[in-house]
């Protein structure tokens, strides 16, 4: 009795993550891409920093 109520709060605990991550994937971070503005202040004084262009890794891997 008592392992079958764990199994059951362990796989509502794994239902729940799965959502939460579901919603990170396809609602926070595409809503940040969209709306999130930094100033410019931000990118100079090195808060952000660009590790890649979509572009330049593009072209690369274009040649293979």
Request: negative net charge; contains cysteine.
């Amino acid at each position: 009795m008592e392992a079958e109520f764990e199994e059951e709060l362990l796989l509502e605990a794994e239902n729940a993550w799965a959502q939460r991550e579901w919603s990170i994937q396809h609602v926070l971070f595409p809503s940040l891409r969209l709306f999130f503005k930094t100033p410019t202040s931000m990118a100079t004084n090195g808060t952000f920093v660009q590790v890649a262009s979509l572009e330049k890794l593009y072209r690369i891997f274009e040649r293979c």
